[in-house]
C-alpha cells in the first residue's frame, strides 16, 4: 500500500526557496495553458467568421423557394481568389438568371475554405442538371485563378442535395486554361 501523505509536514515546507523546480514547473505549465486558451479562443473566433451562411446579394423578396449552396475550395497552393464568381443553376423545370457570390463582410472562395450561401428563386428548379460557373478574372494572377473542389445544393424545401463535383482550377495560368 502506498503511504499516506502527512499533510502538516506539506504544509509546513511550502517555502518558495526550498521549491523552486516544483514552483516554477507550476507556474510555467500554468502560463502555457492561458496562452493555449487565447489561442483557442482566436482560432474559435475566426472559424465562426467562415461558416457564416452568406444570402445572395441578388436575391429577390418576392421569391419564396429556398437552395443552400455550399461551395468547397481547395487546398492546393494559390487556389483562393478574390476574383468574381458568377454561376447559373439549370433544373428540370427551370434555370436561374446569372447569379453571383459575394460577401462585403469578409473574404469569400479562399484556399480551404467552406462557404455556404442561400439562394432563392420564384418557383422550384426541380432536379438539377448542372451548375454552369465562371469568374471575371479581374485581380492579379495568383489571386485570380480558382480551384474549385466541389458544390452541393440542398433544396431546403424537399432536402433533396445535389454533388457537382468539379476538381478543376478555374485559371487562364493551370490546368486547361478556362475561366469557366
Not at 4 to 11: H, K, L
Given at each position: 500500500?502506498?503511504?499516506?501523505?502527512?499533510?502538516?509536514?506539506?504544509?509546513?515546507?511550502?517555502?518558495?526557496?526550498?521549491?523552486?523546480?516544483?514552483?516554477?514547473?507550476?507556474?510555467?505549465?500554468?502560463?502555457?495553458?492561458?496562452?493555449?486558451?487565447?489561442?483557442?479562443?482566436?482560432?474559435?473566433?475566426?472559424?465562426?467568421?467562415?461558416?457564416?451562411?452568406?444570402?445572395?446579394?441578388?436575391?429577390?423578396?418576392?421569391?419564396?423557394?429556398?437552395?443552400?449552396?455550399?461551395?468547397?475550395?481547395?487546398?492546393?497552393?494559390?487556389?483562393?481568389?478574390?476574383?468574381?464568381?458568377?454561376?447559373?443553376?439549370?433544373g428540370e423545370k427551370g434555370e436561374t438568371t446569372v447569379r453571383i457570390f459575394s460577401n462585403e463582410t469578409h473574404q469569400i472562395f479562399q484556399r480551404g475554405q467552406i462557404d455556404t450561401f442561400i439562394m432563392t428563386v420564384p418557383k422550384s428548379l426541380g432536379s438539377l442538371h448542372y451548375i454552369h460557373i465562371w469568374h471575371d478574372n479581374?485581380?492579379?494572377?495568383?489571386?485570380?485563378?480558382?480551384?474549385?473542389?466541389?458544390?452541393?445544393?440542398?433544396?431546403?424545401?424537399?432536402?433533396?442535395?445535389?454533388?457537382?463535383?468539379?476538381?478543376?482550377?478555374?485559371?487562364?495560368?493551370?490546368?486547361?486554361?478556362?475561366?469557366?
Open positions: 500500500l502506498p503511504s499516506p501523505i502527512n499533510w502538516n509536514y506539506v504544509f509546513s515546507n511550502l517555502d518558495f526557496n526550498k521549491n523552486k523546480r516544483i514552483y516554477l514547473t507550476i507556474i510555467v505549465i500554468i502560463i502555457i495553458y492561458i496562452l493555449l486558451i487565447i489561442y483557442s479562443k482566436y482560432k474559435d473566433k475566426k472559424d465562426n467568421e467562415k461558416s457564416n451562411i452568406i444570402y445572395l446579394c441578388d436575391n429577390y423578396k418576392d421569391d419564396h423557394y429556398y437552395y443552400k449552396i455550399v461551395v468547397f475550395t481547395g487546398y492546393r497552393k494559390n487556389s483562393g481568389t478574390k476574383s468574381k464568381i458568377y454561376f447559373k443553376v439549370v479581374q485581380n492579379s494572377q495568383s489571386s485570380s485563378s480558382w480551384f474549385l473542389k466541389y458544390m452541393i445544393i440542398y433544396d431546403l424545401q424537399t432536402l433533396q442535395k445535389s454533388y457537382f463535383i468539379c476538381q478543376k482550377w478555374f485559371s487562364i495560368m493551370k490546368d486547361d486554361g478556362q475561366v469557366k
